[in-house]
């Protein structure tokens, strides 16, 4: 340790003491002491025997690259989530019989002993304000607002029977993403890094990227790291201004001094963890450590204009402004660079037909053209580099939207739009190990409910985390006295799409 | 009523049987001790240890009776332990009369008698409840619990519906507890008879009718449902498998016939060219070798963990590695040594964007275990290339955006396995790829170039019409 920081920690340490009287002493202690030996008697049983759980965190070095349970064909993961919501009936699940019913009183028998968002009393049935068609090989049902994406159709394994029991968008978030529709658990993301650590040193192994112009609903907990170390957590990039924020030096200060800072930082804390011994304290200086690295190559990264032109002709993207495009892109160069987990969140997809841009005939075409070029490039440039085989891509939203017009306070809405749906909706997911051009699970007639093949939200994790490699029941940590995992204590691989 | 509740008290047997194998082989371990004269005293503790054992020993025979009734078992190795537990009891009875009678020579032969007949009636009993060869099971290195590989069906009108779809679904997922050597409710699935004659509650096939089929209830039924078969824990049917069972029995059951012989709805054409596309897909070979290898050097994986080069086993049950050099730029003779004294294990080798010598290049071709090399944007060279052509386990090659062409392509001869070939970003010309396809037939050649043509509309936004009031 370098006599300045040598020090600056005496420095801090001898302020500390100065307020530490006898005084302050037996005032505090009277619940300090007894809660003191609580904690030694308690640290000394491992309650709960060395389980491969907290074995996999290596407090030094918590995002070490990890060998998984077996060996898995993916090794990043690319989850492309339409925050809102996207309505399957004009994408991806073409129901003819449901265009017979356009205009009819829903029957009641759909509407008997069931919760909805907003409708109201009896709504009218909505047929589809789509055209489908079967594209490529696969014969893959998918409408007219995606052309791009049908010329790629028999890349795609479809889940088109996907339940879920939250019919709000936040917690329905949380459910899809971490496991419950509760705060406090982590993100798969999260799970991913955990388990598989991180193969790049200069780059976080849990990006964010997102777009559409607000939030996801649930807010930032959807892509945190729950109870897992903090180090896990997903880092969001931006598309504008700074890459990350707060991690640029502030003007005048030049880098060595920004080294040096940190290194006196960071040994203080080793000094504070020699003594108390708090992995926390451990995540800190890796995560101060990485952040000084990524200073660097963030920006490096996140720079897209060094791409050729034809790349971004392929994608369609505006550099300089945030886009879906543009995060696709980003996606991409993060995945060649090594990174496990890149969120994408891109906001606007709830069309409940309330205004303009909710309608499914107008702002939901609108949404799709932003999404449809960038997606299909992103599968066919992970082609043609040799990726797709190794990047698992998983798109969908939170639930699905009804086969009925939504009529808010029983009044039918202004434009075409449909209401929150939990019994069925469409998630797909490519490369990464899995069939191509496949279809699992269907839906009734008109749309309404799955029939065969329902899966659940924790189904999708549980196959997420099959194909990095992990049995599901098995990827744990210990935390309030029980082990806890992605899928709690649900979830099953769907078998039927993996090749 | 009385047949429940015989059976209840029957399945008591397995916690019965352990008090006469623990009491009586006490007894013979006093009937040892007693001999000594310093523990003299101990020989008045073994009437009384014979007596509670070959009560016990009676109790088990009762409740043991009770419980081979349920007809779950394998007859010849029951009748064994039936016998054996039987002559326990007897010789138990016979032991203690001579241990009261203090004629200590007999019951000492007596109590080595009854120690042999513990022993063996307990590894009877064993191989019922386990199986056969449950004792060295661990010694064979076969893991029966592992993949069960169906032979591929390449033509499946020609198939044999039974023999070469219907079998090897009862063989995965059902033999393991109705066969030959265990038979749960009594039903056996491994041989024609034991299917058409059903178990202890009856047939399960109404033939023509699978709604009406138990076999079929309950391999559909909800997997939460306890009647749902196979049970908890088990791998349960697939939707195609149910179909597959649902079609024999709507057909007749048939167990000789031939698919194309058979009526085929258009769900069942559809999954026959789904087993068919299964079939070729099983032929692609994992880039993972099936042969065991050892573990390599810890402190050689230290070392290059210590220099950011990513080294990791394959998986956490696999001594393969692959090796990510992803932090480096390029690397130094040691590192590489290092890397290269990793030949025999492994097999995945990821260098993007990597710099490096000729002798260097030169060295890769050592690693002669490689499947998957992943040198995109490398300064890699056609005589470079050339010594990659010794890896002739090499199923997947990434040669994107490398300055490599088509000549130095076409003249490699030794890549027997490869699958998965990429070319994008280089400087071949269409005729030049069309060569190096043709050369690769079974090989996937993608030459990347791929455009996403602009639509009008992609830029495009849809508006409502202005209804002007």
Same mark, same amino acid.
């Given at each position: 340790?370098?006599?300045?920081?040598?020090?600056?920690?005496?420095?801090?340490?001898?302020?500390? !003491?100065?307020?530490?009287?006898?005084?302050?002493?037996?005032?505090?202690?009277?619940?300090?002491?007894?809660?003191?030996?609580?904690?030694?008697?308690?640290?000394?049983?491992?309650?709960?025997?060395?389980?491969?759980?907290?074995?996999?965190?290596?407090?030094?070095?918590?995002?070490?690259?990890?060998?998984?349970?077996?060996?898995?064909?993916?090794?990043?993961?690319?989850?492309?989530?339409?925050?809102?919501?996207?309505?399957?009936?004009?994408?991806?699940?073409?129901?003819? %019989?449901?265009?017979?019913?356009?205009?009819?009183?829903?029957?009641?028998?759909?509407?008997?002993?069931?919760?909805?968002?907003?409708?109201?009393?009896?709504?009218?049935?909505?047929?589809?304000?789509?055209?489908?068609? &079967?594209?490529?090989?696969?014969?893959?049902?998918?409408?007219?607002?995606?052309?791009?994406?049908?010329?790629?159709?028999?890349?795609?394994?479809?889940?088109?029977?996907?339940?879920?029991?939250?019919?709000?968008?936040?917690?329905?978030?949380?459910?899809?993403?971490?496991?419950?529709?509760? !705060?406090?658990?982590?993100?798969?993301?999260?799970?991913?890094?955990?388990?598989?650590?991180?193969?790049?040193?200069?780059?976080?192994?849990?990006?964010?990227?997102?777009?559409?112009?607000?939030?996801?609903? %649930? /807010?930032?907990?959807?892509?945190?790291?729950?109870?897992?170390?903090?180090?896990?957590?997903?880092?969001?990039?931006?598309?504008?201004? *700074?890459?990350?924020?707060?991690?640029?030096?502030?003007?005048?200060?030049?880098?060595?001094?920004?080294?040096?800072?940190?290194?006196?930082?960071?040994?203080?804390?080793?000094?504070?963890?020699?003594?108390?011994?708090?992995?926390?304290?451990? %995540?800190?200086?890796?995560?101060?450590?990485?952040?000084?690295?990524?200073?660097?190559?963030?920006?490096?990264?996140?720079?897209?204009?060094?791409?050729?032109?034809?790349?971004?002709?392929?994608?369609?993207?505006?550099?300089?402004?945030?886009?879906? %495009?543009?995060?696709? !892109?980003?996606?991409?160069?993060?995945?060649?660079?090594?990174?496990?987990?890149?969120?994408?969140?891109?906001?606007?997809?709830?069309?409940?037909?309330?205004?303009?841009?909710?309608?499914?005939?107008?702002?939901?075409?609108?949404?799709?053209?932003?999404? *449809?070029?960038?997606?299909?490039?992103?599968?066919?440039?992970?082609?043609?580099?040799?990726?797709?085989?190794?990047?698992?891509?998983?798109?969908?939203?939170?639930?699905?939207?009804?086969?009925?017009?939504?009529?808010?306070?029983?009044?039918?809405?202004?434009?075409?739009?449909? *209401?929150?749906?939990?019994?069925?909706?469409?998630?797909?997911?490519?490369?990464? /190990?899995?069939?191509?051009?496949?279809?699992?699970?269907?839906?009734?007639?008109?749309?309404?409910?799955?029939?065969?093949?329902?899966?659940?939200?924790?189904?999708?994790?549980?196959?997420?985390?099959?194909?990095?490699?992990?049995?599901?029941?098995?990827?744990?940590?210990?935390? &309030?006295?029980?082990?806890?995992?992605?899928?709690?204590?649900?979830?099953?691989?769907?078998?039927?799409?993996?090749? | 009523?009385?047949?429940?509740?015989?059976?209840?008290?029957?399945?008591?047997?397995?916690?019965?049987?352990?008090?006469?194998?623990?009491?009586?082989?006490?007894?013979?371990? @006093?009937?040892?001790?007693?001999?000594?004269?310093?523990?003299?005293?101990?020989?008045?503790?073994?009437?009384?240890?014979?007596?509670?054992?070959?009560?016990?020993?009676?109790?088990?025979?009762?409740?043991?009776?009770?419980?081979?009734?349920?007809?779950?078992?394998?007859?010849?190795?029951?009748?064994?332990?039936?016998?054996?537990?039987?002559?326990?009891?007897?010789?138990?009875?016979?032991?203690?009369?001579?241990?009261?009678?203090?004629?200590?020579?007999?019951?000492?032969?007596? +109590?080595?008698?009854?120690?042999?007949?513990?022993?063996?009636?307990?590894?009877?009993?064993?191989?019922?409840?386990?199986?056969?060869?449950?004792?060295?099971?661990?010694?064979?290195?076969?893991?029966?619990?592992?993949?069960?590989?169906? =032979?591929?069906?390449?033509?499946?009108?020609? +198939?044999?519906?039974?023999?070469?779809?219907?079998?090897?679904? @009862?063989?995965?997922?059902?033999?393991?507890?109705?066969?030959?050597? =265990?038979?749960?409710?009594?039903?056996?699935?491994?041989?024609?008879?034991?299917? @058409?004659?059903?178990?202890?509650?009856? +047939?399960?096939?109404?033939?023509?009718? +699978?709604?009406?089929?138990?076999?079929?209830?309950?391999?559909?039924?909800?997997?939460?449902?306890?009647?749902?078969?196979?049970?908890?824990?088990?791998?349960?049917?697939?939707?195609?498998?149910?179909?597959?069972?649902?079609?024999?029995?709507?057909?007749?059951?048939?167990?000789?016939?031939?698919?194309?012989?058979?009526?085929?709805?258009?769900?069942?054409?559809?999954?026959?060219?789904?087993?068919?596309?299964?079939?070729?897909?099983?032929?692609?070979?994992?880039?993972?070798?099936?042969?065991?290898?050892?573990?390599?050097?810890?402190?050689?994986?230290?070392?290059?963990?210590? =220099?950011?080069?990513?080294?990791?086993?394959?998986?956490?049950?696999?001594?393969?590695?692959?090796?990510?050099?992803?932090?480096?730029?390029?690397?130094?003779?040691?590192?590489?040594?290092?890397?290269?004294?990793?030949?025999?294990?492994?097999?995945?080798?990821?260098?993007?964007?990597?710099?490096?010598?000729?002798?260097?290049?030169?060295?890769?071709?050592?690693?002669?275990?490689?499947?998957?090399?992943?040198?995109?944007?490398?300064?890699?060279?056609?005589?470079?290339?050339?010594?990659?052509?010794?890896?002739?386990?090499?199923?997947?090659?990434?040669?994107?955006?490398?300055?490599?062409?088509?000549?130095?392509?076409?003249?490699?001869?030794?890549?027997?396995?490869?699958?998965?070939?990429?070319?994008?970003?280089?400087?071949?010309?269409?005729?030049?790829?069309?060569?190096?396809?043709?050369?690769?037939?079974?090989?996937?050649?993608?030459?990347?170039?791929?455009?996403?043509?602009?639509?009008?509309?992609?830029?495009?936004?849809? =508006?409502?019409?202005?209804?002007?009031?």
């Amino acid at each position: 340790m370098s006599k300045h920081n040598k020090r600056i920690i005496q420095e801090a340490n001898d302020q500390v !003491l100065q307020q530490l009287t006898r005084r302050h002493f037996f005032k505090e202690s009277v619940t300090g002491v007894g809660a003191m030996a609580l904690g030694s008697f308690l640290s000394g049983c491992n309650w709960l025997g060395s389980k491969d759980g907290s074995d996999l965190l290596n407090s030094a070095h918590p995002l070490m690259p990890h060998a998984p349970h077996f060996a898995g064909k993916a090794k990043s993961v690319i989850y492309l989530h339409m925050a809102g919501a996207p309505s399957q009936l004009e994408l991806f699940d073409f129901k003819p %019989a449901l265009q017979q019913l356009d205009g009819q009183d829903c029957p009641q028998s759909l509407l008997e002993g069931k919760k909805f968002a907003f409708i109201r009393g009896v709504p009218k049935m909505l047929g589809p304000q789509a055209a489908f068609k &079967q594209r490529g090989n696969s014969g893959a049902w998918i409408s007219d607002n995606l052309p791009h994406l049908s010329t790629v159709a028999d890349e795609i394994s479809f889940l088109k029977a996907v339940q879920t029991d939250q019919f709000n968008h936040g917690p329905a978030q949380l459910l899809m993403h971490t496991g419950s529709a509760r !705060l406090g658990r982590p993100s798969i993301g999260a799970w991913a890094t955990y388990g598989l650590g991180s193969e790049n040193d200069n780059l976080p192994g849990f990006v964010v990227l997102t777009s559409g112009g607000n939030f996801p609903d %649930a /807010g930032k907990s959807v892509w945190g790291s729950g109870f897992l170390p903090s180090v896990y957590q997903g880092v969001q990039c931006r598309g504008e201004g *700074d890459p990350v924020l707060f991690v640029k030096d502030p003007a005048g200060m030049d880098r060595d001094l920004r080294k040096a800072s940190i290194d006196a930082i960071n040994e203080a804390n080793r000094a504070t963890y020699e003594e108390f011994k708090d992995p926390e304290i451990v %995540a800190r200086i890796a995560q101060y450590e990485m952040a000084y690295r990524m200073q660097i190559s963030v920006p490096d990264v996140m720079n897209i204009n060094d791409e050729p032109a034809y790349i971004h002709e392929m994608y369609g993207t505006q550099p300089g402004k945030a886009s879906f %495009a543009n995060n696709v !892109l980003l996606a991409r160069k993060l995945v060649e660079k090594g990174v496990r987990y890149v969120q994408l969140f891109d906001w606007g997809w709830d069309t409940h037909g309330t205004d303009e841009r909710g309608a499914v005939d107008y702002g939901l075409v609108n949404k799709c053209r932003t999404i *449809d070029k960038p997606i299909t490039a992103l599968l066919l440039d992970l082609k043609q580099r040799g990726l797709l085989d190794e990047t698992l891509v998983v798109w969908g939203g939170e639930f699905g939207r009804t086969p009925m017009q939504e009529n808010r306070d029983g009044k039918k809405n202004p434009f075409k739009g449909r *209401d929150h749906h939990t019994e069925a909706y469409t998630i797909w997911m490519a490369g990464g /190990g899995i069939k191509k051009g496949t279809s699992y699970g269907e839906t009734d007639e008109i749309g309404y409910s799955a029939i065969s093949g329902k899966v659940t939200p924790y189904d999708i994790q549980a196959t997420i985390l099959n194909q990095l490699g992990f049995d599901h029941e098995k990827l744990i940590y210990p935390f &309030q006295g029980r082990s806890f995992r992605l899928t709690d204590v649900y979830g099953r691989v769907i078998n039927e799409i993996i090749a | 009523m009385l047949f429940i509740v015989t059976e209840f008290i029957g399945n008591f047997h397995p916690v019965l049987v352990h008090l006469p194998i623990g009491i009586l082989l006490f007894a013979l371990v @006093l009937e040892l001790l007693q001999t000594n004269t310093k523990y003299q005293s101990v020989a008045l503790a073994i009437p009384i240890a014979y007596l509670t054992g070959a009560t016990a020993a009676i109790l088990s025979c009762i409740t043991g009776w009770l419980l081979s009734n349920t007809g779950e078992y394998n007859e010849s190795t029951l009748n064994l332990h039936r016998w054996m537990g039987i002559a326990v009891a007897i010789v138990s009875v016979i032991g203690y009369y001579f241990s009261v009678k203090k004629q200590a020579s007999i019951s000492k032969y007596i +109590a080595f008698v009854l120690g042999i007949l513990l022993f063996t009636t307990g590894h009877f009993g064993g191989t019922l409840t386990h199986g056969d060869g449950y004792l060295t099971k661990a010694f064979s290195a076969t893991n029966s619990d592992t993949l069960f590989v169906p =032979k591929p069906i390449t033509n499946a009108q020609e +198939a044999l519906i039974y023999k070469d779809i219907i079998q090897p679904i @009862l063989t995965e997922k059902c033999i393991k507890c109705h066969s030959g050597s =265990k038979q749960k409710g009594n039903l056996r699935l491994d041989t024609e008879e034991g299917i @058409l004659k059903g178990g202890k509650g009856g +047939a399960i096939i109404s033939v023509g009718h +699978a709604e009406k089929s138990e076999i079929f209830q309950r391999v559909s039924l909800d997997p939460l449902n306890e009647k749902h078969m196979p049970p908890k824990g088990k791998t349960a049917l697939t939707e195609q498998e149910r179909l597959f069972l649902q079609w024999w029995i709507q057909t007749g059951v048939g167990f000789s016939k031939k698919v194309k012989e058979l009526d085929q709805p258009n769900s069942v054409k559809l999954a026959l060219t789904a087993l068919e596309k299964n079939a070729s897909a099983a032929i692609i070979p994992s880039n993972i070798p099936n042969e065991l290898v050892d573990k390599a050097n810890e402190s050689l994986l230290i070392d290059l963990q210590k =220099k950011a080069v990513v080294v990791l086993p394959i998986a956490q049950n696999s001594n393969y590695l692959s090796v990510n050099l992803i932090n480096l730029k390029t690397i130094d003779e040691k590192t590489l040594s290092q890397i290269f004294d990793l030949k025999k294990q492994l097999i995945w080798l990821k260098m993007p964007a990597i710099q490096l010598s000729e002798t260097a290049w030169q060295k890769i071709s050592m690693l002669q275990n490689l499947t998957k090399l992943s040198i995109e944007h490398s300064n890699i060279t056609d005589k470079q290339l050339q010594y990659l052509s010794e890896l002739n386990q090499l199923q997947y090659l990434n040669l994107v955006g490398t300055a490599i062409s088509s000549k130095a392509l076409l003249q490699i001869n030794g890549w027997k396995k490869m699958r998965q070939l990429y070319l994008a970003s280089t400087h071949l010309v269409t005729s030049e790829l069309i060569a190096i396809q043709s050369k690769y037939s079974k090989t996937e050649v993608d030459t990347g170039g791929y455009r996403v043509a602009t639509l009008v509309t992609d830029t495009q936004l849809v =508006k409502a019409p202005i209804i002007k009031k």
